[in-house]
């Protein structure tokens, strides 16, 4: 009787584990921590690069991850929105919570990136409040302007930020992906807009 409680009790740690911390289904989540200095996170291959190591620490496997961040065009290069380079949908968080559906329901009303399922890599909650770096408008184009300081290679210049917590005291605060400009792009001035230079990865493949 003993051998068997000690089993329920094994296998039921183990469930409520897979409840709380779902990695080969997630394919959604903030940063946990920042990718370089401010707003310099080596260009989008450096972001990029940062989704894979975190996303892959946290136990996912085989999928390709990509930051959610926008560019503008520059050097003959064209501008590249972020909602193009995140695939095609359903995501969802670190616990398995859907976030969206498709491409639309991301960028509409209907998402559920709020303050109850934005969640870092590991299935813990983002600290609020925080704003997260996308250089976008809440269309997921790139936004106009200064806005991804130097294309995220920069700790000059001015950013975008979203609300991860769709809250705050502005007209496009409850916007996940395009509240208001940054203070600038170091991470001193980020930090005096509530960032600390975090942002969205999307599992594209």
């Excluded at 003993?2 to 584990?17: F, I, Q, R, T």
Aim: net charge neutral; charged share 15%; glycine share 12%.
């Amino acid at each position: 009787m003993l051998l068997l409680k000690a089993g329920l009790a094994a296998s039921l740690v183990a469930l409520v584990g897979c409840s709380r911390h779902q990695p080969q289904a997630m394919s959604f989540f903030v940063t946990s921590v920042p990718a370089g200095n401010g707003g310099n996170l080596g260009g989008l291959a450096g972001a990029d690069a940062h989704c894979q190591r975190l996303a892959e620490a946290a136990g996912s496997r085989n999928r390709q991850w990509r930051a959610y961040l926008s560019a503008a065009a520059e050097g003959g290069q064209p501008a590249v929105n972020a909602r193009d380079r995140i695939g095609n949908g359903p995501w969802f968080n670190a616990r398995g919570v859907r976030i969206a559906n498709n491409l639309e329901d991301l960028h509409s009303d209907h998402n559920q990136n709020n303050r109850p399922n934005a969640m870092q890599e590991h299935g813990n909650r983002v600290f609020f409040p925080h704003d997260i770096l996308t250089g976008s408008e809440a269309d997921g184009t790139v936004a106009s302007g200064d806005a991804t300081c130097g294309n995220w290679t920069s700790i000059n210049g001015r950013a975008v930020f979203g609300h991860s917590d769709k809250a705050g005291n502005i007209g496009t605060a409850n916007s996940w992906n395009s509240a208001h400009l940054s203070n600038g792009c170091s991470l001193a001035k980020l930090q005096e807009t509530g960032s600390d230079g975090l942002f969205y990865c999307f599992a594209s493949k």
